[in-house]
């Protein structure tokens, strides 16, 4: 999979970078049809993400799209929803639920294992609050007559193993940031001391693997075997980016194309399976199933794009961990690569490495004379525009529920891309 981030198009006409982005959706789905199979899909999908041409964007359409999408979407024109509290009854439960999940009897592997689930240190709970958004937004398909009461139960039924998504998903995220602080000697995550810091490395991976194996368990009692294959392409992608970023060629490291790769296997590949997997439990065609994937997908990015930047522009306390921690541990990120390309000379101090404090401190000096830190929020704009366009793109219906949950789900596309930690 391919990812194209060149910005060579200008146009002076917002609307069109908008009417682009759904050009590109159609272009996606408009070939494929319900009995398309998994396979087909993932081949479409690498052939367009391999045709760079038809991802250039505009950037001076680019400024001011956080009422662009909403009004451009007219069937989603409404007042802006606070996406977190549309969902916090259901985020409660599931929080709760990944509580008793994580419960063993070995005490010191309990303690390990639910470090990032206790009370005030679960963090932001994007991904469970994305998929349940996306959950609402989707159950739209018509049922063929029931009995009555028995459509009631069936969708009972359907938002609980929806929920088991987003409690599989959230097991297998803080599974992957557990490793991650192991390999990258972290101190700290979410403002606390970090669990190998605290407790250690040996129990730091094992309380990981506790909770990928919870994540299993729960993901068999699903039954569905393609829902599984999803996650645990999902497992195989976290290993492989975490791979790709630690045995880099200088020439794989000073690749964009490359970055984007890995970080689609690091972060975004997460939350795109997921979305597809609610997609799937309710029954959606494979057209609506990859408008769902393409809305994680460019949301996950996206959301990567920006914490490249607030590692260089953020605080430690607003982080919850040490603010230039890429560069540090000799990561090379898109602000810097965007440098690169407005000061080539960059390129002898990535080669050199980034264990001389004195070339972090060349490299920030030149990220600050270049558009690097600009460009890399373009590029995470046009990503959030993507996925903006995909749930514009989904079939229209007239259940307020569900406008609720798409117009909460446009509004996650910038929150994303305007926070500042």
């Not at 393609?226 to 392409?233: D, G, K, N, R």
Request: glycine share 6%; charged share 20%.
């Amino acid at each position: 999979m391919l990812f194209s981030y060149g910005l060579s198009r200008i146009s002076i006409n917002p609307r069109a970078s908008l009417l682009t982005c759904r050009w590109l959706l159609s272009h996606l789905t408009g070939s494929l049809s319900p009995s398309t199979s998994s396979h087909s899909i993932r081949d479409s999908v690498h052939k367009v993400w391999g045709c760079r041409e038809a991802y250039t964007w505009s950037v001076p359409a680019l400024h001011g799209f956080r009422h662009q999408i909403h009004h451009q979407s007219s069937s989603l024109i409404e007042d802006q929803l606070d996406p977190f509290s549309l969902v916090a009854d259901e985020l409660s439960l599931v929080a709760n639920r990944l509580r008793s999940m994580v419960v063993t009897e070995v005490p010191k592997l309990a303690s390990a294992a639910e470090y990032f689930f206790k009370m005030g240190v679960e963090g932001k709970r994007f991904r469970p609050t994305v998929l349940l958004l996306m959950a609402t937004a989707l159950n739209v398909h018509v049922l063929e007559p029931l009995p009555e009461g028995a459509g009631d139960a069936l969708m009972t039924e359907l938002r609980t193993r929806q929920q088991c998504i987003a409690e599989i998903t959230e097991m297998i995220h803080v599974a992957s940031l557990l490793h991650d602080d192991v390999l990258d000697d972290a101190d700290t995550r979410r403002g606390i001391g970090s669990l190998n810091l605290v407790m250690g490395n040996k129990l730091a991976v094992l309380a990981g693997d506790f909770l990928l194996s919870r994540a299993c368990v729960a993901l068999a009692s699903l039954k569905n075997t393609e829902v599984v294959s999803l996650l645990a392409t999902v497992v195989e992608h976290l290993v492989t980016g975490e791979t790709m970023q630690m045995t880099t060629s200088s020439d794989q490291r000073c690749s964009m194309e490359y970055y984007m790769q890995k970080t689609y296997y690091k972060t975004a590949s997460l939350i795109s399976n997921s979305c597809k997997a609610i997609a799937l439990l309710a029954g959606q065609s494979a057209e609506v199933a990859m408008l769902a994937f393409e809305f994680g997908k460019n949301l996950g990015l996206a959301y990567q794009l920006i914490d490249d930047v607030l590692d260089f522009t953020g605080t430690s306390a607003s982080l919850g961990k040490g603010s230039l921690s890429d560069i540090r541990h000799g990561i090379v990120t898109a602000p810097i690569l965007f440098a690169m390309e407005e000061f080539p000379q960059l390129r002898a101090v990535i080669d050199q490495g980034f264990e001389n404090p004195s070339n972090v401190d060349v490299a920030l000096e030149y990220l600050g004379k270049s558009r690097g830190i600009q460009r890399t929020r373009e590029l995470a704009t046009n990503h959030a525009n993507l996925a903006a366009a995909a749930i514009d793109a989904l079939p229209k219906t007239d259940n307020e529920e569900v406008r609720k949950s798409r117009r909460a789900l446009l509004d996650l596309t910038q929150r994303v891309i305007t926070r500042n930690k």
